[in-house]
């Protein structure tokens, strides 16, 4: 009798294993890493785009993009470590987690969404989608820099993210972005050490674009490969 119990534990336990299997595969063929959980198929099939774009795009740096990632789309979602009270936190599009390399989404037409906008323009499926690509970057800036990740100052970590998200988004929206934003456009970060918590803090948006444009004029990819490399003074953690 052990031995039968024994044999249909074992039996379960590879079945339990296929299935698990089968479900981070199917999510998205192509990077069987990846798990989609609560996403609709138009979700599941942008997170799937979004991550190709960011594999394809640090491949280039001779980064491979292929840890493990699990996303959750969700109704609303709100950052991790605030007052239990919902009154008293505040919903955020998403954010991902350092500690169990998760990303936490809401959907891209959740109600909670329908007064959001991003640099002045009205909340889209492709802005939404976009912000797919900024928290992919956090999670493999993070995996590349590993245990030093937090050498990296924040808002270093948040320029990278806008950086690639910018610069990955559909050009269409790309130029609708830059378009309602010309002022920011001629008025990029001059030095590396503008980038801080403070320029951060005042305008998360304005922030982005002024740092897009001023990791372009620095050199774009081959400067966030330096960046991570720990090649440029004035982006570590102070």
Known sequence: MPGKINLLSSFFLIIGLLFNATTWAEDCPRHPQLHIEGGTSFEIQETCRSFEKIATFFARMGIQADDKLTLHFKDIVYLPGENESTENRTAVYGYFDTDTREIHLMHFQSPAQESRSAWGLAWTNDLASSFLLHEMTHLVVTSFLGADFKRLARPWHEALAYAVQLELMPVALQKEVLSAQKDLVADPFTE???????????????????????????????????????????????
């Open 192 to 238: 590396v050490r503008s980038i801080n918590f403070m320029s951060y803090a005042v305008d998360p948006d304005s922030f982005a674009i002024r740092a897009f444009i001023a990791i372009q004029k620095w050199g774009g990819r081959d400067f966030i490969k330096k960046v991570l490399d720990n090649q440029i003074p004035g982006t570590e953690e102070e």
